[in-house]
């Protein structure tokens, strides 16, 4: 975890998940990349602005002018001096930038706020680099207070590869964290526990994991099974892959990666699986 990408708009969530990249940062001395992107494809959709705005210079260099403003102002409240950090502008669009921006910096983790389900723009882009990124993102509303100890992990053992559980033993080693495996079932896909359990077991041994527990829950949908374990478990995070759109078969049979990111209040980790 040596670069650290923080796109950032500045807003309540974007500070949080500043925040805890820093956090990251200090502990495996790496270094923050925070991107700022001015989103033409907003400004041009924005009705509340007047088309010609997107493309005068000298708006732009204002926008630009602030959002420098506001990444010193963050980054003098938050960051220790010893923390190198590194701050980029672009005009165009959120999703692609980001995208080209890991790649032709050797990012190794993605860390973004996420607004929740409130129409934002910026919530949504959180969405869409959870699909397409080929590293593992972040979503964070809310900087965890205290360690993080308990992460659940809600996977189907079959839609699994090893690029997933090595990055996802890594998560584990980084924290020093207990691994909460959980299978959810529900209508559309249901297994008895007997046959859950083995799975989940036969899962874990083979890809030789450690410091686990195995639970099965059953609930209408996935993402209400999760949500609700996750909060009887007093979890401290959820580890998830999602398939990234690839096709018509998503993970869980839906978006969940993606929905669950945008409704619980945990810190969510995403690793696209194949």
Not at 82 to 102: A, C, F, N, W
Not at 108 to 113: K, P
Not at 149 to 159: E, G, S
Not at 243 to 256: L, Y
Request: glycine share 6%; with cysteine; aromatic share 12%.
């Amino acid at each position: 975890m040596k670069n650290i990408l923080v796109p950032c708009d500045f807003s309540a969530p974007a500070q949080e998940a500043y925040k805890f990249a820093v956090s990251m940062a200090r502990k495996s001395k790496g270094q923050i990349h925070v991107l700022y992107i001015l989103d033409i494809i907003f400004l041009h959709g924005n009705p509340t602005l007047d088309h010609s705005y997107a493309f005068n210079i000298n708006f732009l260099k204002e926008m630009e002018e602030d959002a420098r403003k506001k990444f010193q102002a963050m980054w003098e409240k938050y960051t220790p001096l010893e923390l190198p950090v590194k701050y980029t502008h672009t005009t165009g669009s959120l999703q692609q930038d980001v995208l080209q921006y890991i790649n032709k910096n050797s990012i190794d983790l993605v860390v973004m706020g996420t607004h929740g389900t409130n129409g934002n723009t910026w919530g949504s882009n959180t969405q869409r680099i959870v699909r397409h990124a080929q590293i593992p993102v972040w979503a964070i509303r809310k900087n965890p207070a205290g360690a993080i100890n308990n992460i659940v992990v809600p996977l189907i053992p079959d839609r699994t590869d090893k690029h997933f559980c090595d990055e996802l033993k890594k998560l584990q080693a980084f924290f020093n964290a207990t691994l909460i495996f959980l299978w959810v079932n529900t209508p559309r896909m249901f297994k008895g526990d007997t046959d859950s359990f083995r799975e989940l077991q036969e899962f874990a041994t083979t890809n030789q994991f450690t410091n686990y527990t195995l639970h099965v829950r059953s609930d209408y949908n996935a993402e209400d099974g999760i949500y609700r374990f996750a909060r009887d478990m007093d979890a401290d995070m959820l580890a998830i892959g999602t398939q990234g759109w690839k096709g018509f078969m998503h993970f869980f049979n839906g978006s969940v990666a993606e929905d669950i990111v945008n409704h619980i209040d945990l810190p969510v980790w995403t690793c696209v699986l194949p």
